[in-house]
């Protein structure tokens, strides 16, 4: 893996930690998803290769954060209740699914971007 990658790596953890805290310390939905989407199409434009990895590591970061909130003993601002008839893994893997969307979009973008035509 290239240096470049592992620092797109990098960025994801970041990223991830920060959609992290932003999910534990609101009560709206808005700005995390907010975060997912940018966060993502940035590192899928920066590290299209890895775009996936990427795409799952910041997916992955808020079911991680309540994860985490409960072995640090961390309360949430509010307490994540799926809608409808989702249970919390369909919900984590709907997260992860949006995530790497984003990425692929943004890598997307980056091979049009560069391409001679």
């Not at 910041?58 to 809608?83: H, K, M, N």
């Not at 949006?98 to 971007?113: D, E, L, Q």
Request: charged share 10%; net charge negative.
């Amino acid at each position: 893996m290239p240096v470049f990658g592992v620092s797109c790596l990098a960025l994801a953890l970041l990223g991830g930690a920060l959609i992290g805290y932003v999910e534990l310390h609101t009560t709206e939905v808005t700005p995390t998803v907010a975060l997912i989407v940018l966060i993502g199409v940035l590192l899928g434009f920066g590290s299209r290769r890895y775009f996936w990895l990427c795409g799952v590591i910041v997916g992955a970061s808020v079911p991680l954060a309540y994860v985490a909130a409960a072995l640090f003993g961390i309360t949430p601002v509010e307490r994540p209740q799926p809608a409808g008839e989702l249970t919390y893994v369909e919900v984590g893997a709907f997260t992860i699914a949006v995530a790497v969307i984003a990425s692929a979009s943004g890598a997307a973008i980056a091979r049009f971007a560069s391409s001679d035509g």
